[in-house]
């Protein structure tokens, strides 16, 4: 029912910054709450950010607090994460995530998720 194609992932510097951004298929964007996951070598994929419908409220895992910051763009279906100052403790892959539930770990946080986007950020 809902796409989700996630991008901008990449290898950086510790410090440096990267933007993912999310294109979600069909009309309905807008009827959901919108969130970043993400998902580090034998961990469970955690919660990251996520964003209401109308993109009024915002909410994030202690960990990115200050650093990213999730938005979206609902005339353009599409949710993006800017992520400054990365540590490598970011790395990770990042996932796109519809009608998720907030501060919530696990595949079932969310009923609809992208094919995940690779952030690898070094020393």
């Known amino acids: 029912q809902v796409q989700l194609v996630e991008s901008g992932g990449g290898l950086v510097q510790a410090g440096g910054s990267l933007r993912l951004s999310c294109v979600a298929s069909?009309?309905?964007?807008?009827?959901?709450?919108m969130g970043w996951f993400r998902q580090a070598p034998g961990k469970e994929r955690e919660f990251v950010a996520v964003i209401t419908r109308s993109g009024g409220s915002t909410y994030y895992t202690d960990s990115v607090k200050g650093r990213f910051t999730i938005s979206r763009d609902n005339a353009k279906n599409t949710v993006y994460l800017q992520m400054n100052s990365l540590k490598p403790e970011d790395t990770a892959v990042y996932y796109c995530a519809a009608d998720t539930k907030i501060y919530c770990s696990g595949y079932g946080c969310a009923d609809y998720w992208g094919q995940g986007t690779q952030v690898t950020v070094s020393s």
């Open positions: 069909g009309r309905t964007f807008g009827s959901y709450a």
